[in-house]
């Protein structure tokens, strides 16, 4: 059973910086794409940034250059490093993995709330 589980959210002003965890369970971590997306209210969820199993990232123009992926293979766990923090940051922030055979499923984490408000 795959299970993901972030920790790491909270309330930040604008311009700071949060650190969110995602510890998985169930896979073979470092064989598995792993990657975050956020749900803004009354939006749709969007991909954050993921990093493959061979460590390539790949981040929305929205967070380039602010937010980082890594991924510690011997803990099972994925990071995102988010600096310069914006309003416009504010969601709930979810834990991604998945697998492509024989249909491409999706396994999620029950998300953590990040809020930038002054």
């Known amino acids: 059973q795959v299970q993901l589980v972030e920790s790491g959210g909270g309330l930040v002003q604008p311009g700071g910086s949060l650190r969110l965890s995602c510890a998985a369970s169930?896979?073979?971590?470092?064989?598995?794409?792993m990657a975050w997306y956020r749900q803004a209210p009354g939006k749709q969820r969007e991909l954050v940034t993921s990093?493959?199993?061979?460590?390539?990232?790949n981040s929305a123009d929205s967070v380039k250059g602010r937010f980082t992926i890594s991924r510690d293979n011997a803990k099972n766990t994925v990071y995102l490093q988010m600096t310069r923090l914006e309003p416009e940051d504010t969601a709930v922030y979810y834990c991604?993995?998945?697998?492509?055979?024989?249909?491409?499923?999706?396994?999620w984490g029950q998300g953590t709330q990040v809020t930038v408000s002054s």
């Open positions: 169930g896979i073979i971590f470092s064989f598995y794409t």
């Open positions: 990093i493959t199993s061979g460590g390539t990232t």
């Open positions: 991604n993995t998945y697998e492509i055979y024989p249909v491409r499923r999706d396994y």
